[in-house]
C-alpha cells in the first residue's frame, strides 16, 4: 500500500519509517546540519556547515559528498511528510453534518437545494438512513423522521440554496460544525425550510466574511425567534435582500439591534410579508445611510403600527422607495417619516399602496420629491384617503408614469390640490383615478398637459359619480394611442360633449371606452372622430343599457379594426342599427357577443353586405336576442373562416325559421355547441343537412 493508508492517511508503519530515518540521520549530523523546526517539519539548508567556527580543516571529498547524498535524503523524506500531512489535514476538514428531516407520508423529498449540489457535486456525499446514496437532490423518505449524513470535504465559500425548499428539514443541529468562517455567499441557504423554528445550531457561526444573505430565511414560515443570530458579524455583508421576507410567524427581531449593516447597499423586501410583525425598535439604530434600495422592505407587514424607531434613519442615498409600506393595512400615522430626505429617490411606486387605515398625508407635504420619475400606485387602494392637500406643492415635473397613483382611494373626494401639478413630461396615466367612487369634481385637471401620453387607460374607470366631463375639454390627446376603459363604469355619465373636439386619430385600442355607462343616451359628440387607426372597439359602448341610436357612428372608418368583440353587448335598448350598415368588416376577426343580450333587437338588415370572410369567431354573436326572429340578412355571409360558431344564436328565443343559412359553408367550424340552444320554437333544423360537419358536432348544436 506504500506511504498511503486506505483513506489516504500515513500508515502506522509509514510514520514510523519517516520518524526513525529522520532521528538516524539527525544524530548522524548533529554536529554538521543545522536544524529547525516549523510546525512540526524539519526544515534544512542545501549548503554544507561546518562542525564548529574554530574548525579550520577541510573535509575530505568522500565525506562532502556523504553530507549532500544525507542531507538530500532527509529533504526527500520531508517532503513526502509534507504531502502526507496535507493528506491528514484535508481528512480533519472532513465535517459530517446530522440532519433530520420529517416526512408526513413515505415519497420523495428534497436534501439539499439542486443549485448548491450542482456548485459543490465534488465536495459532499450523502448518507440516508445509514446507507449512502448517490448525489442527487431527491430521495425517498419513509414516512416520519429521517436521518441524514452530509459529509463536506472542505470549507465551503458557496452555501447559496444549500436547503432551499427542504420543506420536510426540522432538526439541523449537525450545522454547528460547519465551519463557513470562508464563506462569502448564504443566498436562499434555508429558503422555504417551513418546519425550521430554531435557530440555535447557527449561534457560534462565524459569518464575518458573509457579503450577500439574499434570501436566507425567506419561506421560513415557523420562525418566530431569531435570538440566536444576536452575536453574527454582518458588517460585510451587502445584500440583505429578501433575507426574513415570507417568515409569516417572525414576532421577534431583537437579536438584529446590534448589527452593524452599514455596508450594505440593498434592503429589498428584507421583511416583507412578514405579517406578525409589530415591533421594529430593534431597528432603530440601523446605519441604511449607504443603502440605495429599501423597495417592500416593509411590505404586507400588516399588523406595524409604529414607524417611529425609522424617524431618525438617512435615507438620503435611497433612490428606490417602490412599495416599502405597501399593505401596510394597520398604518395610520406617517408621522416619523416627516423628516425623511427621499430627494434622490426615482421609484415612490406603490410606496404605501393598500395602507387601508391612511387619513393623513400632511407629514409627506416638505418632501421633496423632484427627481421621481415614478409615482405608479402610490397610494392605490388607501380607501380612508380624502384629503390631498399636503401635496399640493410637491414638483412632479420629472415624473413619467402615474399609473394607478389614487387607484381605489374610494373616499377620496376632493383632488383640488392637484390643480398646479406639472405632467407634461408623463406618457403614462393610466388607472390614475380608477375607482375613484366618490369622486364628482375633476375640475383641478383642466390645465394639465398631457399632450406626451400614451396611455389614457382606465383613468376614470368606476367613477360612479362622475356626471361633468368639461374639465377635459382642452385636452390635447393627439399622441395618445390606448383608451381602453378611459370611462368605463361611470354609471353617472350622461353628457360626451366636452370630448367632441378630441384628436383620438392615434388611438389603436378603444375598446371598453365607455362600457358600463348605463346613463349614457346620446353618442353625437363621438360624431366626427378619427378612428380610422383604431385595432379594437372590443365592448365600447358594451352594458351602456340607455343607449338608443347608433346614427352619429355611421361614417366611422373601422376599416383597420380587427376586433369588435361585445361591442354593443347588453345594450338593451337598443332596436335600430341601421347606422352600421356601411361599416367596413372585412378586416374584423372576431364579432363575439357583439350584439348579445340586446333584447329589442329585431332588424338586422343593416348586417346585410357586411364582408365578414375572415372573421374566425362568432361565438355568442345574437346570443339573447329574444326579439329577433328574421336571419334573411345573413343569407350571403361568407362564414367560411369561421371556427367557432358556438352560442351563435342561443335563446333567441322568437327564432323559428334558419333556413337562411341553409347554404352556409361551414367547414372550417370546430365548434357548434349551443349555437341555437333556447331556441324554443324553432323545430325544423333540417336546413342545416346541408353542413358539411359531423354527426358529433351536430347533435351539441342545439
Not at 315 to 340: A, I, M, Q, R, Y
Not at 558 to 581: H, T, Y
Not at 592 to 604: A, E, K
Request: hydrophobic letters at 30%; glycine letters at 4%.
Amino acid at each position: 500500500m506504500g506511504c498511503l493508508g486506505s483513506k489516504g492517511m500515513l500508515s502506522n508503519e509509514a510514520r514510523k519509517d519517516v520518524n526513525n530515518s529522520k532521528e538516524n540521520l539527525s544524530k548522524k549530523n548533529e554536529s554538521s546540519i543545522k536544524k529547525k523546526t516549523n510546525n512540526g517539519n524539519l526544515i534544512t539548508s542545501n549548503c554544507i556547515f561546518k562542525e564548529n567556527n574554530d574548525t579550520k580543516e577541510e573535509e575530505n571529498k568522500d565525506t562532502k559528498e556523504k553530507k549532500k547524498s544525507d542531507i538530500n535524503e532527509i529533504n526527500e523524506n520531508i517532503n513526502k511528510n509534507k504531502e502526507s500531512n496535507n493528506e491528514i489535514k484535508d481528512e480533519e476538514e472532513e465535517t459530517n453534518i446530522n440532519l433530520i428531516y420529517y416526512a408526513a407520508k413515505k415519497g420523495l423529498y428534497p436534501i439539499l437545494g439542486n443549485d448548491f449540489i450542482e456548485n459543490n457535486k465534488d465536495s459532499i456525499k450523502i448518507i440516508v438512513n445509514n446507507k449512502q446514496e448517490e448525489l442527487e437532490q431527491f430521495h425517498e423518505f419513509r414516512q416520519g423522521d429521517n436521518f441524514i449524513s452530509i459529509i463536506i470535504k472542505k470549507k465551503l465559500i458557496n452555501l447559496s440554496h444549500m436547503f432551499d425548499h427542504c420543506e420536510t428539514l426540522y432538526i439541523f443541529g449537525g450545522l454547528r460544525f460547519l465551519d463557513v468562517s470562508q464563506s462569502t455567499n448564504f443566498e436562499y441557504m434555508f429558503s422555504n425550510c417551513k418546519l425550521i423554528s430554531d435557530l440555535e445550531p447557527l449561534q457560534n457561526w462565524n459569518v464575518s466574511n458573509g457579503k450577500s444573505f439574499k434570501g436566507m430565511f425567506s419561506g421560513c414560515l415557523s420562525l418566530k425567534d431569531i435570538k440566536p443570530l444576536n452575536n453574527w458579524n454582518v458588517s460585510n455583508v451587502n445584500i440583505f435582500k429578501s433575507m426574513f421576507s415570507g417568515c409569516l410567524s417572525l414576532i421577534n427581531i431583537k437579536a438584529l439591534e446590534y448589527w452593524s449593516v452599514s455596508n450594505c447597499n440593498n434592503f429589498e423586501s428584507i421583511f416583507y410579508r412578514c405579517s406578525s410583525l409589530t415591533d421594529i425598535n430593534p431597528l432603530e439604530n440601523w446605519n441604511v445611510s449607504n443603502c440605495d434600495n429599501i423597495s417592500g422592505m416593509f411590505s404586507r407587514c400588516s399588523l406595524l403600527k409604529d414607524l417611529r424607531p425609522l424617524r431618525k434613519w438617512n435615507v438620503s442615498n435611497c433612490n428606490n422607495f417602490e412599495g416599502v409600506f405597501s399593505h401596510c393595512s394597520s398604518l395610520t400615522d406617517l408621522k416619523p417619516l416627516e423628516n425623511w430626505n427621499i430627494s434622490k429617490g426615482k421609484d415612490l411606486g406603490f410606496m404605501f399602496s393598500d395602507c387601508s387605515s391612511l387619513t393623513d398625508l400632511k407629514p409627506l407635504e416638505n418632501w421633496n420629491v423632484s427627481n421621481c420619475e415614478s409615482f405608479n400606485g402610490m397610494f392605490s387602494n388607501c380607501s380612508s384617503l380624502k384629503d390631498l392637500k399636503p401635496l399640493e406643492n410637491w414638483n412632479v415635473s420629472n415624473s413619467k408614469s402615474f399609473n394607478g397613483m389614487f387607484c381605489k382611494c374610494s373616499s377620496l373626494i376632493d383632488i383640488n390640490p392637484l390643480d398646479n401639478w406639472n405632467v407634461s413630461n408623463c406618457n403614462n396615466i393610466e388607472s390614475i383615478f380608477y375607482g375613484c367612487s366618490s369622486l364628482t369634481n375633476i375640475k383641478s385637471l383642466e390645465n394639465w398637459n398631457v399632450s406626451n401620453c400614451k396611455s389614457f387607460k382606465d383613468i376614470f374607470y368606476e367613477c360612479t359619480l362622475l356626471k361633468d366631463l368639461g374639465p377635459l375639454q382642452k385636452w390635447n390627446v393627439s399622441n395618445c394611442n390606448n383608451f381602453e376603459g378611459l370611462f368605463s363604469h361611470c354609471s353617472s355619465l350622461t353628457d360626451l360633449k366636452p370630448l367632441e373636439n378630441w384628436n383620438v386619430s392615434k388611438g389603436k385600442d378603444l375598446g371598453f371606452m365607455f362600457s358600463d355607462c348605463s346613463s349614457l343616451t346620446d353618442l353625437k359628440p363621438l360624431e366626427n372622430w378619427n378612428v380610422s387607426n383604431c385595432e379594437r372597439f372590443n365592448g365600447m359602448f358594451s352594458k351602456c343599457s340607455s343607449l338608443t341610436d347608433l346614427k352619429p357612428l355611421e361614417n366611422w372608418n373601422v376599416s383597420n379594426c380587427n376586433c369588435f368583440r361585445g361591442l354593443f353587448n347588453e345594450c338593451s335598448s337598443l332596436k335600430d342599427i341601421k347606422p352600421l350598415q356601411n361599416w367596413d368588416f372585412s378586416n374584423g376577426k372576431s364579432l363575439q357577443n357583439m350584439f348579445s343580450y340586446c333584447s329589442l333587437l329585431t332588424d338586422i338588415k343593416a348586417l346585410e353586405n357586411w364582408n365578414v370572410s375572415n372573421c374566425n369567431n362568432l361565438w355568442g354573436l345574437f346570443n339573447e336576442c329574444s326579439s329577433l326572429a328574421d336571419l334573411k340578412p345573413l343569407e350571403n355571409w361568407d362564414v367560411s373562416n369561421c371556427k367557432d360558431f358556438s352560442y351563435m344564436f342561443s335563446y333567441c328565443s322568437s327564432l323559428t325559421d334558419i333556413k337562411p343559412l341553409q347554404n352556409w359553408n361551414v367547414s372550417n367550424g370546430s365548434d357548434f355547441k349551443n349555437m341555437f340552444s333556447g331556441c324554443h320554437r324553432l323545430s325544423d333544423l333540417s336546413p342545416l343537412q346541408n353542413w358539411k360537419i359531423s354527426k358529433d358536432k351536430l347533435k351539441f348544436i342545439k
